[in-house]
């Protein structure tokens, strides 16, 4: 069984920055995708960073991954209060040499960014 789990969000005062964790865990035999959403109360999910990032992030965050821990970390600079939102980890991973690759998605971490 392969978790997503989520670390790093919080409460910060607007240009304040945070960096966010998600740590894939389990059956692995290749993690092909990894990337960041970010859901706000009443608003769609929307990608924030991956192979391509939000207009309204770029130059503020930076996704990068750690292949050897099966991690990716979302570096948050900068930070505006309309960045307030559910942020998940989602990743499209393989169990075995032969498996379909499935999608997992983290329980979500709560970014809350102060004015």
């Known amino acids: 069984q392969v978790q997503l789990v989520e670390s790093g969000g919080g409460l910060v005062q607007a240009g304040g920055s945070l960096r966010l964790s998600c740590t894939a865990s389990?059956?692995?035999?290749?993690?092909?995708?990894m990337d960041w959403y970010r859901q706000a109360p009443g608003k769609q999910r929307e990608l924030v960073a991956g192979?391509?990032?939000?207009?309204s992030v770029k130059g503020r965050f930076t996704i990068s991954r750690d292949y050897t821990k099966n991690t990716s970390y979302l570096q948050m600079n900068k930070l505006k209060p309309e960045d307030t939102a559910m942020y998940y980890c989602?990743?499209?991973?393989?169990?075995?040499?032969?498996?379909?690759?499935?999608?997992?998605w983290g329980q979500g971490t709560q970014v809350t960014v102060s004015s």
């Open positions: 989602h990743a499209r991973i393989q169990e075995t040499p032969r498996g379909l690759e499935r999608t997992y």
């Open positions: 389990g059956s692995i035999f290749s993690i092909n995708v």
């Open positions: 192979i391509t990032s939000a207009d």
